[in-house]
Nanobody, 124 residues
Framework: VQLQASGGGLVQSGGSLRLSCAAS????????MGWFRQTPGKEREFIAG????????EYAESVKGRFTASRDNARNMVYLQMNSLKPEDAAVYSC??????????????????WGQGTLVTVSS
């Protein structure tokens, strides 16, 4: 599975961005997807998970109510809509995929494939 994340950039505090992740190499609906972020010196942090057909999602407490994960299985795409961005949201955001049984996965160890990451910068 190949994953390509995009959509990062510079945004002012309070602004919005939508990240996209394009998947290829496997039937997309076989894959549960996740979004993670990482800043220098910190461990990778779970942000959002979405089940194979998008019926279930879960979020880290730090982004709940502000971020929304969605997917379009016809386009092999997963998205992360980020609203009300804060400076502490600045990070490299990566999408991840897993073919394991189950719906939602918070642990990075559950994911088998990773995209390269896209940088989000939030100015105060």
């Amino acid at each position: 599975v190949q994953l390509q994340a995009s959509g990062g950039g510079l945004v002012q505090s309070g602004g919005s961005l939508r990240l996209s992740c394009a998947a290829s190499g496997r039937t997309f609906s076989d894959l549960a997807m996740g979004w993670f972020r990482q800043t220098p010196g910190k461990e990778r942090e779970f942000i959002a998970g979405i089940s194979r057909f998008g019926g279930s999602t879960e979020y880290a407490e730090s982004v709940k109510g502000r971020f929304t994960a969605s997917r379009d299985n016809a386009r092999n795409m997963v998205y992360l809509q980020m609203n009300s961005l804060k400076p502490e949201d600045a990070a490299v955001y990566s999408c991840a995929a897993t073919g394991r049984p189950g719906s939602l996965f918070r642990s990075q160890r559950s994911y088998d494939w990773w995209g390269q990451g896209t940088l989000v910068t939030v100015s105060s």
